[in-house]
């Protein structure tokens, strides 16, 4: 089994940044695909970006293309997502997760942490 803890999260002007990270506690993650995903309340969980084990391969969302990030630093089994130009619509609780098959659909993802609110203010 695979844990979580997503951090980083906060409150924050448009314009600005954040930095999130998530720590998985397992022995190692290099065989782990890894994505971040994103909910508002009411809304679905919403695919932000998607990294392969050795991070040579990278997804973005189309709205979050050019202004988010994704990295990870197996060695310190942590997956970080840089977060720079926030907007309001990117205020939500953002999760990190095991990714297994396709990779922007949240139902194909095993293991999920417990998530860290960003809110974005105009």
């Known amino acids: 089994q695979v844990q979580l803890v997503e951090s980083g999260g906060g409150l924050i002007q448009a314009g600005g940044s954040l930095r999130l990270s998530c720590v998985a506690s397992?022995?190692?993650?290099?065989?782990?695909?890894l994505g971040w995903f994103r909910q508002a309340p009411g809304k679905e969980r919403e695919f932000v970006a998607w990294?392969?084990?050795?991070?040579?391969?990278?997804h973005y969302a189309d709205s979050v293309k050019g202004r988010f990030t994704i990295s990870r630093d197996n060695a310190k089994k942590t997956l970080f997502l840089q977060m720079n130009s926030l907007k309001p619509e990117d205020t939500a609780v953002y999760y990190c997760g095991v990714a297994g098959g396709t990779y922007d659909l949240a139902r194909h993802y095993s293991y999920w942490g417990q998530g860290t609110q960003v809110t974005v203010s105009s």
């Open positions: 397992t022995r190692t993650i290099g065989a782990y695909n």
């Open positions: 990294i392969s084990w050795a991070g040579s391969t990278i």
